[in-house]
């Protein structure tokens, strides 16, 4: 069964960084695509950072340069440095990995999601 887990949320000031990680565990291949959504409380979740295997990540554009996304592909590991910290980027953070493999003759999408992590960031 794969499981995806997330660290390094907290408690920071504005301005500040911190860096998310998102280990996985259970997968026989690498996954296609890996990325970082965030939920406020009562808003909905959203896309925050995404990256493919060999392509340019992407990025919201709220936080377009202050955030970078890296990914370890051998690993299914991926990470979240987020810098220069706003309150508005209070949310839990969540990682989620999806893409299609191959069936026979068929393709069969996946997507698999850990249980979040929570970034506070005090004015």
């Known amino acids: 069964q794969v499981q995806l887990a997330e660290s390094g949320g907290g408690l920071v000031k504005a301005g500040e960084s911190l860096t998310l990680s998102c280990v996985s565990s259970?997968?026989?291949?690498?996954?296609?695509?890996m990325g970082w959504y965030r939920q406020a409380p009562g808003e909905q979740r959203e896309l925050v950072a995404s990256?493919?295997?060999?392509?340019?990540?992407n990025y919201a554009a709220s936080v377009e340069g202050r955030f970078t996304i890296s990914r370890n592909g051998a690993k299914n590991t991926v990470y979240l440095t987020m810098e220069s910290l706003k309150p508005e980027d209070t949310a839990v953070y969540y990682c989620?990995?999806?893409?299609?493999?191959?069936?026979?003759?068929?393709?069969?999408?996946?997507?698999?999601w850990g249980q979040g992590t929570q970034v506070t960031v005090s004015s």
């Open positions: 989620k990995a999806w893409g299609a493999y191959q069936w026979g003759k068929t393709l069969r999408d996946y997507e698999y």
């Open positions: 259970g997968s026989r291949f690498s996954f296609n695509a």
């Open positions: 990256i493919m295997s060999g392509m340019t990540p």
